[in-house]
Structure formats: structure tokens, C-alpha cells
């Protein structure tokens, strides 16, 4: 069932709010200082980092300009970033331009799945 353009839009104007509410919570409380941003549960139960964890901490360090220590959170913090606002853009653009979303090819989702699991696997070892 094709997604209208009107509905591409909203979605994109709900993303965009949703991450700027996110953002001004990050900046005025950041996570080592405010105690209510929620534990990950993976590592809660297992002691292993998931992918995503501290990704938090480095996006609110990235929102403060402090990329080296936002990569030392996380790593996958620029590219998520990357991804976040191509996403956004090409929501917003599509319904102006005309174009579909593009297709993914199996191969990207792939290599995708296998750097974040090669990330979780070096990330967990204990040197």
C-alpha cells in the first residue's frame, strides 16, 4: 500500500520535532548528570554492550562538541547521526520531488547486519 505524500511529510515534521525535543533534553540534562535515561536492558541482564549502548552519553557529548569523546562512547554515533538526517531529508524532499524511496539493496542491509555485529562482538572482548 503506497504511503501519500502528505503522510511522508507529517512523518518527517513528527521526526523532526521528536528529535528536537530529544535534543533540548540532552542538552540541559545530560546523562551523567540526570538520573532518569533508562539502563539497556541487554546489558542489564548480560553484562555485554549491545551496539547501541552509550550511544546516549555520545550523542549528548556530540551535542556539546565533543566529538572524540563521543566516539569513545560510541563509535556508531557519527554514522547513526548520518543516517538520521539523510533520512530526514529525503522524507521531506520526496513529496516535492516527485521520487519514491529508494530500494535497499540485500547486499547493504548485509554488510550493514555484519559491521554491527562484528562492532558488538570487538566491543565485548575483554583485552
Do not use: D
Not at 542538552?27 to 549502548?53: D, E, M, N, S
Not at 547493504?108 to 572482548?125: D, S, Y
Request: aromatic share 14%; hydrophobic share 55%; proline share 9%.
Amino acid at each position: 500500500m503506497p504511503v501519500s505524500p502528505q503522510t511522508r511529510r507529517r512523518h518527517a515534521y513528527i521526526a523532526l520535532a521528536a528529535a528536537a525535543f530529544f535534543w533540548v533534553v540532552l542538552y540541559r540534562f545530560p546523562p551523567g548528570q540526570a538520573g532518569f535515561y533508562p539502563v539497556c536492558p541487554v546489558y542489564a541482564l548480560t553484562g555485554w554492550q549491545c551496539p547501541g549502548c552509550g550511544m546516549t552519553r555520545a550523542l549528548a557529548a556530540l551535542l556539546h562538541g565533543h566529538v572524540a569523546e563521543a566516539l569513545g562512547w560510541n563509535p556508531l554515533v557519527l554514522p547513526v547521526v548520518a543516517g538520521f538526517v539523510a533520512w530526514v531529508i529525503a522524507a521531506y524532499r520526496t513529496p516535492y520531488g516527485g521520487a519514491k524511496w529508494p530500494n535497499v539493496p540485500n547486499f547493504a542491509v548485509a554488510a550493514l547486519l555484519a559491521v554491527v555485529g562484528v562492532f558488538t562482538v570487538v566491543r565485548n572482548l575483554n583485552w
